[in-house]
């Protein structure tokens, strides 16, 4: 926590016209908080997403609007992606997506392309558990990666992002524009994560979400808002 990191808090206000934020701490020691850059952005739930929530996938193979997003064009070898239909395995609905890596390092991620407004403020929120996760011991090791781009591959991250998710790296953020979730223990239940970007002069974009992790790691993604 020694740099800058955003945090996020997402609600629903019910039937209330009014709430209130509030923000402290009850520490017991002598301990120094800095706080900025308050944001409130009301989400539209699939305002721009399409199928965010992998229920119009009606086989284990993922298919529009989603597409599958490797280094070579190919499955890294031993490396699955698939939607799981009914498993019980979802946070919301019945389906989600599986990405199963392997040891070999390679990317392997699922991906769509949005059309935008140029130069317009939005937020993509995304929810992700890790099972089977590795840890390395070393505490910069984040292993997952997500970032929206224009068509040039050109990053389009609010200033908050780069961040690491989890585990703060020893040396601070670093991979401008990437939000970069680590394998930690509250992995294994699924959370939020927030992505704020512009799209500056874009009318398209291209979300990627995936891993070049170098051990067998599973995730699961679902319930994309944005």
């Known amino acids: ?6 945090y996020h808090y997402l609600f629903n206000s019910g039937s209330n016209k009014e709430v209130n934020l509030v923000i402290g701490t009850y520490v017991n020691n002598v301990v ?4 900025d850059g308050f944001k409130a952005v009301k989400l539209e739930q699939s305002s721009f997403v399409q199928d965010g929530g992998f229920e119009n996938q009606t086989t284990s193979n993922i298919s529009d609007p989603w597409w599958i997003d490797t280094s ?3 499955p890294p070898p ?8 009914g498993t ?3 946070l919301e609905g019945n389906n989600n997506v599986k990405i199963v890596t392997t040891s070999n390092g390679q990317w392997i ?3 769509q392309d949005f059309t935008v407004e140029p130069y317009t403020d939005y937020v993509f929120v995304f929810h992700l558990k890790g099972d089977s996760l ?3 011991g070393n505490v910069d090791d984040c292993k997952g990666y997500m970032k929206i781009v224009d068509g040039t591959g050109n990053t389009l991250a609010d200033h908050s992002v ?5 585990r703060m790296g020893t040396t601070g953020p670093n991979f401008p524009g990437e939000l970069i979730f680590g394998n930690e223990l509250m992995m294994r239940y699924w959370r939020d994560y927030i992505y704020p970007f512009n799209t500056g002069s874009a009318s398209e974009v291209f979300l990627f979400c995936g891993s070049y992790v170098d051990e067998a790691v599973t995730w699961r993604i679902d319930k994309c808002i944005g």
């Open 162 to 166: 780069p961040h690491y998710c989890g």
């Open 109 to 111: 991620a699922i991906g």
């Open 72 to 74: 070579d064009g190919n």
């Open 1 to 6: 926590m020694t740099f800058w990191r955003d």
């Open 78 to 85: 031993g490396s699955t992606m698939e939607v799981e239909i």
């Open 88 to 90: 019980g395995s979802a």
């Open 32 to 35: 120094t908080w800095r706080v």
């Open 134 to 136: 590795y840890w390395s």
